[in-house]
């Protein structure tokens, strides 16, 4: 992303050189290529890296319009700024495959920096798993480079902020809006490594970047299907008591398959999904250097009028209802919202304001509601966003 820190950019062509060649003769490599999929950008700014035209004379940090392009991401709590196009192709790229593990290179220093940049006093639920993947980074190159290199800050690994808060940059972007997890390897003091220190470069980090990749084989591999027709089951998956900010992660919408990388021990994980019962599943161990693999079949609510896979419709549930009726609602509406509920004539018959929180029902008191055909609208408090459905009363 920094055009004038050019050692990743050929560190990266040689990792995938290496990959390539090695295939048939290192089981390490053969073992990454068989069981991950693996994409590799050798360099994200090329405007600014070819400022100076064809050969690279005088790399720029920033793009071909002045923007530094590790600022230029989605922030948590400011996503709108106007984005460059490099950011918005690497982001529409980044949404598209989901990557579960990343890493983005840059030089200047030497160390391995995880989530949270822009919170000093916000630790990352895996925070101790960040750090050990951190870790382990750093102490493989030590053993190959020697302990005079990679050695910045806690001996070559700091959480983000504790260095410097950054707002803006792709790792804090993956990792809290992609759920994704991403970690900024700086490889060389030098922002720009003389073309002699390349085959040093590399020496000092292939074995890292191999075992960085043999992370992604670890934790927990799950898929979740439906019971019945295992059908995918686009799955939301939560630890209780334990994720916060974003730290949860989903199930892909096409393979309801999942990835969650967790530190060594045993854990509880809830899964929940429009239109299903909620699961628990309790003691998944996990092993250091190992992968847990893991299906859950998930039951559709009962009674309900339809199985909506998207998240733009309105769930109802029991449908006909006799005293509460459960609606989960579309992403759009949440927060403070307006419920009305109409009856066949056209007779506005309740209206009020209540509180929702994304993905959990709401329940509406239908108790004094005699037998009939109903019409409920539930709406933003600004009534940007509007959902309707229509449900049965039986007494
Ligand atoms: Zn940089």
Same mark, same amino acid.
């Given at each position: 992303?920094?055009?004038?820190?050019?050692?990743?950019?050929?560190?990266?062509?040689?990792?995938?050189?290496?990959?390539?060649?090695?295939?048939?003769?290192?089981?390490?490599?053969?073992?990454?290529?068989?069981?991950?999929?693996?994409?590799?950008?050798?360099?994200?700014?090329?405007?600014?890296?070819?400022?100076?035209?064809?050969?690279?004379?005088?790399?720029?940090?920033?793009?071909?319009?002045?923007?530094?392009?590790?600022?230029?991401?989605?922030?948590?709590?400011?996503?709108?700024?106007?984005?460059?196009?490099?950011?918005?192709?690497?982001?529409?790229?980044?949404?598209?495959?989901?990557?579960?593990?990343?890493?983005?290179?840059?030089?200047?220093?030497?160390?391995?920096?995880?989530?949270?940049?822009?919170?000093?006093?916000?630790?990352?639920?895996?925070?101790?798993?960040?750090?050990?993947?951190?870790?382990?980074?750093?102490?493989?190159?030590?053993?190959?480079?020697?302990?005079?290199?990679?050695?910045?800050?806690?001996?070559?690994?700091?959480?983000?902020?504790?260095?410097?808060?950054?707002?803006?940059?792709?790792?804090?972007?993956?990792?809290?809006?992609?759920?994704?997890?991403?970690?900024?390897?700086?490889?060389?003091?030098?922002?720009?490594?003389?073309?002699?220190?390349?085959?040093?470069?590399?020496?000092?980090?292939?074995?890292?970047?191999?075992?960085?990749?043999?992370?992604?084989?670890?934790?927990?591999?799950?898929?979740?299907?439906?019971?019945?027709?295992?059908?995918?089951?686009?799955?939301?998956?939560?630890?209780?008591?334990?994720?916060?900010?974003?730290?949860?992660?989903?199930?892909?919408?096409?393979?309801?398959?999942?990835?969650?990388?967790?530190?060594?021990?045993?854990?509880?994980?809830?899964?929940?999904?429009?239109?299903?019962?909620?699961?628990?599943?309790?003691?998944?161990?996990?092993?250091?250097?190992?992968?847990?693999?893991?299906?859950?079949?998930?039951?559709?609510?009962?009674?309900?009028?339809?199985?909506?896979?998207?998240?733009?419709?309105?769930?109802?549930?029991?449908?006909?209802?006799?005293?509460?009726?459960?609606?989960?609602?579309?992403?759009?509406?949440?927060?403070?919202?307006? @419920?009305? &509920? /109409?009856?066949?004539?056209? !007779? %506005?018959? =309740?209206?009020?304001? +209540?509180?929702? #929180?994304?993905? @959990?029902? &709401? /329940?509406?008191?239908?108790? !004094? %509601?005699? =037998?009939?055909?109903? +019409?409920?609208? #539930?709406?933003?408090?600004?009534?940007?966003?509007?959902?309707?459905?229509?449900?049965?009363?039986?007494?």
């Amino acid at each position: 992303m920094h055009g004038d820190e050019t050692g990743g950019f050929v560190l990266m062509l040689h990792f995938a050189d290496y990959l390539l060649k090695n295939y048939l003769v290192d089981s390490r490599v053969k073992n990454l290529v068989d069981n991950l999929e693996i994409w590799i950008n050798p360099l994200a700014n090329p405007d600014g890296t070819y400022q100076g035209g064809d050969i690279v004379s005088t790399p720029t940090r920033f793009n071909a319009n002045g923007y530094d392009l590790n600022r230029n991401f989605p922030d948590p709590l400011d996503p709108n700024t106007v984005k460059q196009k490099e950011t918005l192709d690497m982001m529409k790229f980044m949404r598209k495959h989901k990557f579960c593990l990343s890493a983005n290179f840059h030089s200047g220093e030497e160390v391995v920096n995880y989530p949270w940049d822009r919170w000093l006093s916000k630790l990352h639920a895996d925070d101790s798993w960040f750090h050990a993947i951190s870790r382990s980074y750093a102490d493989t190159a030590h053993v190959y480079a020697g302990s005079q290199y990679m050695n910045f800050l806690d001996d070559g690994v700091t959480r983000g902020a504790v260095w410097y808060l950054v707002y803006g940059g792709r790792q804090d972007y993956i990792t809290w809006e992609l759920h994704g997890r991403e970690v900024t390897i700086e490889i060389d003091n030098q922002y720009i490594t003389p073309a002699a220190q390349l085959a040093t470069l590399w020496q000092n980090n292939w074995h890292s970047l191999i075992g960085y990749l043999e992370n992604a084989l670890y934790g927990i591999h799950g898929l979740v299907r439906n019971k019945t027709s295992l059908i995918p089951v686009a799955a939301k998956v939560f630890i209780n008591g334990y994720d916060k900010d974003s730290s949860q992660v989903y199930c892909d919408t096409l393979t309801g398959s999942f990835v969650r990388f967790l530190e060594p021990g045993s854990w509880n994980l809830t899964f929940t999904a429009k239109g299903y019962m909620p699961v628990l599943i309790s003691n998944v161990n996990v092993t250091s250097g190992q992968r847990t693999d893991l299906i859950v079949d998930m039951v559709p609510f009962p009674d309900s009028v339809d199985y909506p896979n998207s998240s733009n419709s309105l769930l109802l549930f029991p449908n006909p209802a006799t005293n509460n009726l459960n609606a989960i609602l579309p992403d759009t509406i949440a927060g403070n919202i307006n @419920v009305r &509920i /109409i009856n066949q004539t056209g !007779t %506005l018959i =309740s209206d009020y304001s +209540t509180q929702a #929180i994304k993905s @959990v029902p &709401i /329940i509406i008191d239908i108790k !004094t %509601l005699s =037998s009939g055909i109903y +019409t409920v609208v #539930i709406s933003n408090y600004n009534r940007s966003h509007i959902s309707i459905g229509r449900f049965v009363v039986i007494k």
